[in-house]
Every structure is written in structure tokens, then in C-alpha cells.
């Protein structure tokens, strides 16, 4: 059975949620080729929205179809596949029932340079009308306007809570306040995944952090304190214990396109470090079909060990 003890464990760390949270945390958990395991891989398609159909979509041109992106995570064995509004729609009933959605309720897009502010593009509604198992959202902390993406999404968890649906946050350092080196930096999204427990999240997606220290203060905790960051499961274990000392679930972004081995050289990074798993898009989609389900399916294999 998918409903082991580790699900059991993991659910138990959200004991103030309803049932109907718990329930669908548990969709999350006992779908796919990682049912029960207590990992999670999980297909992101956001980047049409993000970054446009040319850079998105053109080294897979089959990858336009929302169809194309419900089937490769279907068939690869994914516990969710994640989307904004549109690509849900357009495949949610041909496709009703068979995998666990993650409507995202934030996007942007890359034809304005402004500090990064994600506009609200769908609502809880919306999700329970597609019969998704979480909502997702963006914030940035870093950005001048984080207040306003962070006042939002408590309001936002708050409702789907309510509803019986779980929160996914994709949570960036970025914006003025934060080099470009800074969005990375360990002391930085470690704190992003703070920020996002803080707020009620129950899943926490950031990205794979590098060693560099941005914060002159935090600096001065890591260096005294000797907390070890020379590894990326070293960082990858110092953010799981940012978020209430692992007890919440924190998964890794799969980051721009790379080749297979240095995908799954990180992978084995952060499930050394104790990553709940990773959030993988453009490469598994931007490759051929074939190559796009083997490389979800070496990742999945990675998690298992």
C-alpha cells in the first residue's frame, strides 16, 4: 500500500490542517512511481507564461499542446503535474482523475523590466473546478513588492485551506535588494524557505543553493557556528532544517536546461541531503519524448535508492 508510515509521518507534521488538506497532501504522496516513499517529482509547465512559446516550447515543438505535458507526466510516473490556468483547462477533463494538479495562481512574464511581481491570474475557485489537489504561488522576497506577494498569499492559503486544499510555494529571492549571486546564496533561500513555512505553506519549492554568503550578518552565523555548506547536500540539508526542522516538505527546482548527467548529479545531491524531492520542467520537456520520460524516470530511480 502507497499509505505507509512515512506518509503517515509526514502528514502528522500538519496537524492543525482539516481533513480535506491532509487528504489531498496525501494524493500528493501515494501518486505516481513514488507512491509512499515520502518523495516527490513533480512536472512544472509554467514557462510558456514565464519566458514565452519560443523559449519555452521551441527545442520541443510538440511540447505546445497542454496535452503533450499531462501525458508526460502520466506516463513517466510523476506524483503531480503543475500548470497555470490555460494549459489546465485544456486538458483537466480529457485527463480527470488520472494525476494530481497543481494549479498555479501567480504568473509573469518576461516583456517588462520591473521589480519581480507576479500578477494573480486564477483563483482557489478555479482549482476546485478542475479538480486540482493544491494551488501554487509565487513570491520573491528580495523585491520591493514582496509585501503586497506576501499579504496575497496568506490570504490565498488561508482560502484554500478552507477549501481543503494544500499550498505549493515557489519561493525566489529576487529584486533589487538581492545580487544576482544573492538569489542563490545559501543564507538567502534558506530564508525563502523560512519565509515560505512561516506563512502556512505545506510544500516549499526553491532552488539548489550555491555556497556563496550574501548576508553580512548571516555570514558572521555560518562562519562562527561552522555550519557545513561545502556540498550541495550539506546546503540542501540546512534548508530542509530551515523549514521547522524538516517538517515541512522542501523540493528543488530542476533550473535551466543541462545535460542528464548533471541533472542527476544534482539529484543525487539532494537526496543526499534529505530534499522531499524536485520540481522538474524544461528538462524533461524540452527533450524529445522519449529522452524527456527516461530522465523523469532516472530521477524517480535516484529517489528510490
Keep these: 500500500m502507497s499509505f ?13 490542517d482539516n481533513p480535506g488538506v491532509l487528504t489531498n497532501l496525501a494524493r500528493l504522496l501515494t501518486s505516481g512511481t513514488l507512491a509512499g516513499t515520502g518523495k516527490l517529482v513533480i512536472l512544472p509547465v509554467d514557462q510558456g507564461f514565464e519566458h514565452g512559446p519560443a523559449r519555452a516550447f521551441g527545442p520541443n515543438p510538440d511540447a505546445h499542446d497542454p496535452a503533450y505535458h499531462f501525458q508526460l507526466a502520466l506516463d513517466a510516473g510523476c506524483n503531480a503535474y503543475a500548470a497555470p490556468l490555460g494549459f489546465l483547462e485544456a486538458g483537466a477533463a480529457a485527463f480527470a482523475g488520472q ?9 509573469s512574464d518576461s516583456l517588462a523590466s520591473v521589480e519581480p511581481c507576479s500578477a494573480l491570474t486564477a483563483s482557489v475557485d478555479d482549482a476546485l473546478r478542475l479538480g486540482c489537489a493544491a494551488i501554487g504561488y509565487t513570491i520573491y522576497p ?13 490570504e490565498l492559503i488561508a482560502e484554500a485551506r478552507a477549501r481543503g486544499l494544500p499550498t505549493v510555494v515557489w519561493s525566489y529571492p529576487r529584486g533589487s535588494g538581492i545580487s544576482k549571486e544573492g538569489e542563490t546564496a545559501i543564507d538567502v533561500v534558506s530564508y ?19 555556497a556563496h554568503l550574501e548576508q553580512k550578518e548571516a555570514k558572521k552565523v555560518f562562519e562562527s557556528t561552522g555550519i557545513p555548506i561545502a556540498t550541495l547536500a550539506d546546503r540542501v540539508r540546512y534548508c530542509v532544517k530551515a523549514a521547522f526542522n524538516g517538517r515541512r516538505i522542501v523540493i528543488f527546482s530542476g533550473g535551466p536546461a543541462k545535460g542528464t548527467e548533471a541533472v542527476l548529479s544534482e539529484i543525487r545531491e539532494i537526496h543526499a541531503g534529505g530534499g522531499f524531492g524536485s520540481i522538474v520542467g524544461r528538462n524533461a520537456f524540452q527533450r ?5 520520460l527516461e530522465l523523469l524516470r532516472q530521477i524517480m530511480s535516484v529517489y528510490q535508492e
Design 4 to 16: 505507509t508510515p512515512r506518509v503517515k509521518e509526514i502528514l502528522s507534521w500538519y496537524a492543525s
Design 142 to 154: 528580495g523585491s520591493a513588492a514582496r509585501n503586497e506577494q506576501l499579504e496575497i498569499l496568506r
Design 99 to 107: 494525476i494530481p494538479l497543481i494549479l498555479k495562481l501567480n504568473n
Design 192 to 210: 525563502a524557505a523560512q519565509i515560505a513555512a512561516q506563512l502556512g505553506a505545506h510544500v516549499i519549492k526553491i532552488k539548489p543553493p550555491t
Design 288 to 292: 524529445p519524448r522519449a529522452e524527456g
